[in-house]
């Protein structure tokens, strides 16, 4: 990973404010950054799979829709040889050294690739320029050097899927 920095790694370091084992197994399902003359500071427990957390970023509002997965446990994907991206075991690493995430669901041979990792390469490769105002729903988990791909629809849409169609996110601007 290189070191410039991207809207999804400001949202990274924004979340560090809310690192908490109460969080450890906690996914992010929802991310959205919007124009707001008031902003909010908080974590909200809406029940106990589900909080929401709000922050300022710079003059806009970040809002993040955190859920608990059902505790059934993951199936481990079998690396498919087609695909046009994936991340790496090192990218991995470097982003979590980068933003101190502690998420045990990020580590060991089941790891996940953290979400903001994956939006923080399209951010970069794909975009071409910072995120400014945007939604984002995170769908599925990807595992480390599974592939995806980059799917350009409607003018303000992208989704990223795996190679079989599931939909690991989609992109709003």
């Keep these: ?14 979340l560090k ?33 589900m909080v929401v957390l709000r922050h300022p970023l710079g003059a806009d509002q970040l809002t993040v829709l955190l859920v608990k997965p059902p505790t059934e446990p993951i199936s481990v994907s079998v690396l498919q040889e087609a695909g046009d991206n994936f991340c790496t075991k090192a990218q991995i690493d470097a982003y979590l050294q980068h933003t101190g995430d502690d998420n045990p669901i990020h580590r060991g041979p089941a790891a996940l690739v953290p979400g903001l990792l994956v939006l923080s390469e399209l951010e970069k490769q794909s975009l071409h320029e910072p995120l400014r105002l945007f939604s984002v729903q ?4 990807l595992r480390v050097n599974e592939p995806f791909v980059v799917d350009r629809q409607e003018l303000g849409r992208i989704q990223v899927k795996k190679t079989d169609g599931t939909l690991i996110l989609r992109l709003q601007l």
Excluded at 31 to 48: D, F, K, P
Excluded at 138 to 141: E, N, P, T, V
């Design 17 to 49: 404010s809310f690192r908490s084992p109460d969080l450890w197994g906690y996914v992010i399902a929802r991310l959205e950054v919007t124009a707001s003359s008031q902003t909010e500071q908080g974590l909200h427990w809406r029940n106990a799979r």
């Design 1 to 14: 990973m290189n070191k410039s920095s991207t809207r999804a790694l400001a949202i990274a370091d924004v």
């Design 138 to 141: 995170f769908k599925s988990a």
